[in-house]
């Protein structure tokens, strides 16, 4: 078992100074799937995430290049569920599935309402929550440049926790 366990930490090793140049553009990917919730569900971005945290606490790969992607991805993911959420509106919310759930939505418009932006940040360390929220919040708001701010704060702080 650590025979091979010490073959795959070889490998891994050879892999990531082999295509260094190759994970900050992966991490950025992996945060905009991760922002995006439909494929948020199919991919499982924050394990791989974690993953790369590891490389970068064991000295492996550098943490600005990752960290600075990370956020930019997540940003940018995050801005398009909530365009596709402004775009879109309630009728997101008119497919079989979701208008079975309709009340949740109500809730998650009453959590918005109560908390403003610190819901946007909370939720975001909240697993599946923190892909669903833009989507919800973006034909609610009524003040998109706050979400917008609290939005990068909370993917800067994220990529950080995963990466660290």
């Known amino acids: 078992m650590l025979s091979s366990l010490s073959t795959f930490e070889e490998q891994a090793t050879a892999l990531t100074s082999a295509h260094q140049h ?11 799937v991760d922002s995006l919730r439909f494929l948020a ?28 992607s990370g956020t930019l991805g997540a940003g940018i993911g995050n801005a398009i569920s909530f ?13 079989g599935w979701a208008r079975k759930r309709f009340h949740l939505y109500a809730k998650a ?19 599946p929550f923190g ?11 009524t003040c998109p440049p706050s ?8 993917d800067a702080l994220w990529a950080g926790v995963l990466l660290l």
Request: aromatic letters at 16%; glycine letters at 10%.
């Open 22 to 32: 190759r994970i900050a553009p992966a991490v950025f990917a992996l945060r905009l």
């Open 147 to 154: 979400f917008h701010i609290s939005s990068w704060a909370s």
């Open 109 to 127: 418009q009453a959590f918005f309402a109560r908390w403003g932006w610190f819901s946007i940040v909370s939720c975001r360390f909240l697993g």
């Open 131 to 141: 892909s669903t929220v833009p989507l919800i919040y973006g034909p609610w708001a």
């Open 41 to 68: 569900l199919v991919i499982p971005a924050p394990a791989v995430l974690l993953c790369v945290g590891a490389l970068v606490g064991a000295g492996r790969v550098d943490l600005l290049p990752c960290w600075s």
């Open 83 to 95: 365009f596709l959420g402004q775009r879109y509106g309630g009728n997101l919310f008119h497919v």
